[in-house]
């Protein structure tokens, strides 16, 4: 009689065993690059627990099976079900299946997600990456097809964004045009884009540069309403905030109620994204309005796509002006 078949070792106990993150894990038995030292822990942990990475080369000589891989950070997040909805849309009309994996903006998880769907013999990903450039590279030498949405992160891969550059410029005009000059932008991983354009745009207004005035949080409600709460309580001087997506939005209200800052009286409020709540809002926020299920729909169009495809889709952004904004107040909050 057999014996019971032995368990296979994963990627992630391959990184706890050299001390290290799966990425790292990854790159490495992909080729990647890494220093000596990590690659010796690496390969050596491999070895120990017997790990067997057989999935990158056998998913190359084997023929794959469909459908769509689709990574995003937060599906309950309104922006993303919105991209999710685009997605499954459009490849509902093609006959292809999508898999959905939330990878909480945390790259780690997202390398852990991105193996899994490449064991799975996927054919197409499309992905909000979480990680840097060179932590895709296992995944494009798999040729696996890929096609990045709302971020880009390298040059070589095919992406649908919004036009964040034009979005960002158009809200800092609007709040220097109600005289504002300090204005603070409240962001989170991912924003890299929003931030340089919000600084070229403060430089090519005049205002006053303050790189404390750019507050980022990380992914979870609870540290977007503790960079917020801080960003008011401690810069009584801001008058006007940009708030780099919805979940931030909704952060900056709940501080600024719960610290008795007015909107707008005492501080403007423009938030990325405009979701069903922000007209309910009391006052209405004003928003840059962003075409989320539009990008998620093209993203699949472009995954789809045989032959040249485009390397970059740009979609346009909308200022939608409401109640949330007001001429700057010469007295100072205390």
Same mark, same amino acid.
């Given at each position: 009689?057999?014996?019971?078949?032995?368990?296979?070792?994963?990627?992630?106990?391959? !990184?706890?065993?050299?001390?290290?993150?799966?990425?790292? &894990?990854?790159?490495?038995?992909?080729?990647?690059?890494?220093?000596?030292?990590?690659?010796?822990?690496?390969?050596?942990?491999?070895?120990?627990?017997?790990?067997?990475?057989?999935?990158?080369?056998?998913?190359?000589?084997?023929?794959?099976?469909?459908?769509?891989?689709?990574?995003?950070?937060?599906?309950?997040?309104?922006?993303?079900?919105?991209?999710?909805?685009?997605?499954?849309? *459009?490849?509902? #009309?093609?006959?292809?299946? &999508?898999?959905?994996?939330?990878?909480?903006?945390?790259?780690?998880?997202?390398?852990?997600?991105?193996?899994? =769907?490449?064991?799975?013999?996927?054919?197409?990903?499309? /992905?909000?990456?979480?990680?840097?450039?060179?932590?895709? !590279?296992?995944?494009?030498?798999?040729?696996?097809?890929?096609?990045?949405?709302?971020?880009?992160?390298?040059?070589? &891969?095919?992406?649908?964004?919004?036009?964040?550059?034009?979005?960002?410029?158009?809200?800092?005009?609007?709040?220097?045009?109600?005289?504002?000059?300090?204005?603070?932008?409240?962001?989170?991983?991912?924003?890299?884009?929003?931030?340089?354009?919000?600084?070229?745009?403060?430089?090519?207004?005049?205002?006053? /540069?303050?790189?404390?005035?750019?507050?980022?949080?990380?992914?979870?409600?609870?540290?977007?309403?503790?960079?917020?709460?801080? =960003?008011?309580?401690?810069?009584?001087?801001?008058?006007?905030?940009? !708030?780099?997506?919805?979940?931030? $939005?909704?952060?900056?209200? =709940?501080?600024?109620?719960?610290?008795?800052?007015?909107?707008?009286?005492?501080? #403007?409020?423009?938030?990325?994204?405009?979701?069903?709540?922000?007209?309910? *809002?009391?006052?209405?926020?004003?928003?840059?309005?962003?075409?989320?299920?539009?990008?998620?729909?093209?993203?699949?169009?472009?995954?789809?796509?045989?032959?040249?495809?485009?390397? /970059?889709?740009?979609?346009?952004?909308?200022?939608?002006?409401?109640?949330? *904004? $007001?001429?700057?107040?010469?007295?100072?909050?205390?």
């Amino acid at each position: 009689m057999s014996g019971p078949a032995q368990r296979r070792i994963t990627i992630k106990e391959v !990184a706890e065993a050299a001390g290290v993150g799966v990425a790292t &894990v990854s790159r490495v038995l992909s080729g990647g690059s890494a220093s000596a030292e990590t690659r010796e822990k690496v390969l050596a942990a491999a070895a120990r627990l017997d790990y067997r990475p057989s999935a990158l080369g056998r998913n190359l000589r084997r023929r794959r099976t469909g459908g769509i891989g689709l990574l995003v950070p937060d599906i309950t997040d309104s922006f993303y079900a919105r991209l999710t909805d685009g997605v499954l849309s *459009c490849a509902r #009309s093609y006959g292809e299946p &999508v898999t959905v994996g939330v990878t909480g903006d945390d790259p780690e998880r997202e390398a852990e997600l991105i193996g899994a =769907l490449i064991e799975e013999s996927m054919d197409r990903l499309i /992905a909000v990456p979480s990680g840097d450039g060179e932590m895709w !590279a296992p995944a494009l030498r798999s040729g696996l097809n890929v096609v990045f949405a709302d971020r880009r992160v390298r040059a070589d &891969v095919p992406s649908v964004v919004p036009d964040d550059r034009a979005g960002v410029l158009t809200a800092v005009e609007y709040l220097a045009g109600l005289g504002h000059r300090k204005i603070a932008y409240l962001g989170r991983h991912g924003q890299s884009q929003r931030v340089a354009a919000f600084n070229s745009a403060i430089a090519s207004l005049g205002l006053p /540069a303050d790189r404390d005035l750019v507050v980022h949080a990380r992914s979870s409600r609870d540290s977007a309403y503790a960079a917020a709460a801080g =960003l008011l309580q401690h810069r009584a001087d801001v008058t006007a905030v940009i !708030a780099g997506g919805n979940v931030l $939005g909704e952060a900056a209200v =709940l501080a600024a109620r719960e610290l008795d800052v007015r909107i707008p009286r005492d501080v #403007s409020l423009i938030m990325f994204d405009d979701v069903p709540w922000a007209e309910l *809002c009391s006052p209405p926020l004003t928003v840059i309005a962003q075409p989320a299920q539009d990008i998620g729909y093209r993203a699949a169009e472009l995954v789809l796509r045989q032959g040249r495809r485009p390397p /970059a889709v740009t979609l346009p952004t909308q200022l939608v002006v409401r109640a949330s *904004c $007001g001429p700057r107040v010469s007295a100072p909050r205390r």
